[in-house]
């Protein structure tokens, strides 16, 4: 039983059909068709809730356009949870998430923008620039990851995506507002990063004593607020 | 209570690890040889869920200030109680004040890279997210969610059960479950979702040919050196979960096992993931060592997972037998 695992022929034309692959006896990787998108989004977060559900669960944690799912305890037969996945996943309909709208003051550039002259160089762009477009959307969260508290954003304008860093940063702070490729995410606590940061907020992400710990949930939204430019 | 006289970089309180917090973004963290820390609980009458302290680098020197059963499981390593030597994998009595020095032990013969303090009624720490494991970015659980320190106090639970005689030891995992290639320790690892788009001398490589632990190996993720793994062509991944043992290989072409430290998600390719059930022989290979890949499936690998839980069980019946005997 190997990489992708081969789902029963039921299963939709190959370019439309998942990907599920194994994370060891931990975990198995169940990965969306297609473009990412917020609809396909929503139907991850659909069936996160239904397999959250299943006795041999022990979590299943939306990705961006995919989940993952672990064990309590592997079980003996794997086709016959692939199966269920792949039969809940095409029943699986979108999953309107009544979220709230979080806002986040940012102060863009100086200090707390080191990389802000970067994401100048490679866009062409103002700091000015680069800061309204980066506040202009709403931005969903898609799922939490990375570390406790952080969330993968949707919805980045394009024209101020800009690559990850060559070299990583080895610390950067938390509150960093950062830009890496056509992604942005605010870092809730120190630690190594490839992304650009371009400000910095002052929120608290995660508080271990909270109930939930996370500030945000899938299906929140985050609002950038330009609280100054230092340029 | 215990009291840190000594204590090297980067020991920590750890229990078998944060199960259920993803959700927020909260890795597993736990001790890195969790069937040496299952073992040190066995010795001492405690639960499976107990903490203990995951100690890295020598020297770590403590006092018992309350008489207490203890074991000091994983690593080989040099033990003196009260200046006279002990035996790891061995429950042991310590006094009120004794004083308990672990050292490396300089033979040739000398294995692992990680020992185990136990003791009687667990590390009390505080439970944060259901567990008392310290997870450094964030700094969550365990003491003051940060590495322990000379002069540290560590509060110990009560006892559930009356600890098992003293001197009575185990037959460490190393010996009892062996497992080598061509003379060097051996990892079980099952293809993992991009496996199939490397290309096939990557493939062979990555199980023909030993690997080097790097110095950047910690518990969040062991750096190998080796051959240099190719992809058919560049691979662009989205944003998803990952679990301790997840080998990526980032674009230079050498791979990162993660371990438990590690993010909980991450976006480079993955070739396989290291089995749950030989993760603790990883966690256990010093910086320097080579070690070999083996190819399973999922039968093999839940095969090796119930040779671990064998080995518990056995080692749960001898020690129960030992502790009614004793008591009769």
Not at chain 1, 108 to 135: C, F, R
Not at chain 2, 160 to 166: K, R
Not at chain 2, 273 to 296: H, K, M, N, S
């Amino acid at each position: 039983m190997n990489r992708p695992i081969p789902l029963p022929p039921h299963a939709e034309a190959p370019d439309l059909a998942p990907c599920i692959s194994l994370l060891g006896t931990t975990a198995l990787l169940f990965e969306a068709p297609g473009e990412t998108c917020l609809e396909t989004q929503a139907r991850i977060w659909s069936l996160a809730r239904e397999a959250d559900t299943w006795p041999e669960v022990r979590e299943a944690v939306p990705g961006v356009n995919n989940l993952l799912v672990t064990w309590r305890e592997p079980p003996r037969r794997l086709e016959a949870i692939t199966g269920r996945l792949a039969a809940a996943w095409k029943a699986a309909p979108p999953l309107a998430l009544a979220g709230r709208t979080v806002e986040l003051p940012v102060v863009y550039g100086g200090e707390g923008g080191p990389h802000m002259a970067d994401v100048v160089a490679h866009t062409g762009l103002s700091p000015d620039e680069i800061a309204e477009i980066h506040a202009a959307p709403l931005y969903p969260v898609y799922a939490l990851g990375s570390h406790p508290g952080y969330c993968y954003l949707g919805g980045m304008d394009p024209r101020i995506a800009t690559p990850r860093r060559k070299v990583p940063v080895l610390r950067i702070p938390g509150g960093a507002v950062s830009i890496g490729g056509a992604q942005t995410g605010v870092s809730a606590s120190p630690g190594p990063s490839g992304w650009n940061t371009i400000g910095s907020t002052d929120m608290i992400f995660f508080d271990a004593a909270r109930t939930p710990p996370a500030l945000l949930q899938p299906g929140d939204s985050l609002r950038f607020r330009i609280a100054g430019v230092v340029r | 209570m215990i009291r840190l006289l000594a204590c090297g970089a980067l020991a920590t309180v750890q229990d078998r690890g944060r199960l259920g917090a993803l959700r927020w973004g909260v890795g597993t963290a736990g001790a890195m040889d969790t069937l040496a820390l299952a073992g040190g609980n066995l010795l001492v009458g405690n639960p499976d869920d107990a903490a203990g302290i995951e100690i890295q680098v020598p020297p770590f020197e403590i006092r018992f200030e309350v008489a207490t059963t203890f074991a000091v499981t994983g690593a080989d390593c040099a033990l003196m109680l009260d200046g006279v030597p002990i035996l790891p994998w061995t429950g042991a009595r310590a006094r009120a004040g004794a004083v308990l020095r672990l050292a490396r032990r300089a033979s040739p013969q000398a294995w692992g890279a990680r020992s185990y303090l136990c003791v009687s009624g667990g590390i009390d720490v505080p439970v944060v997210l259901g567990s008392r494991a310290t997870q450094l970015r964030g700094a969550i659980g365990g003491h003051q969610g940060r590495s322990l320190q000379a002069g540290d106090e560590l509060p110990l639970g009560s006892p559930d059960l009356s600890p098992p005689v003293a001197g009575t030891g185990l037959v460490p995992p190393v010996v009892a479950l062996p497992l080598a290639v061509d003379g060097l320790p051996a990892l079980r690892v099952l293809p993992a979702a991009e496996y199939e788009c490397y290309r096939p001398v990557s493939r062979a490589a990555f199980w023909g040919e030993p690997w080097r632990v790097t110095p950047q190996s910690d518990r969040y993720g062991f750096r190998l050196s080796g051959p240099t793994l190719t992809p058919l062509e560049p691979l662009e991944l989205r944003s998803h979960g990952i679990v301790p043992g997840t080998i990526q290989v980032p674009h230079g072409g050498q791979p990162i096992v993660q371990m438990c430290d590690a993010q909980p998600s991450g976006g480079y390719p993955k070739i396989g993931t290291v089995i749950e059930a030989d993760l603790w022989r990883l966690a256990q290979a010093p910086i320097g060592a080579r070690i070999r890949f083996i190819e399973t499936d999922w039968d093999g690998a839940l095969a090796a997972r119930d040779a671990l839980d064998g080995w518990l069980s056995a080692a749960r019946r001898a020690l129960s037998y030992l502790r009614a005997r004793s008591t009769a």
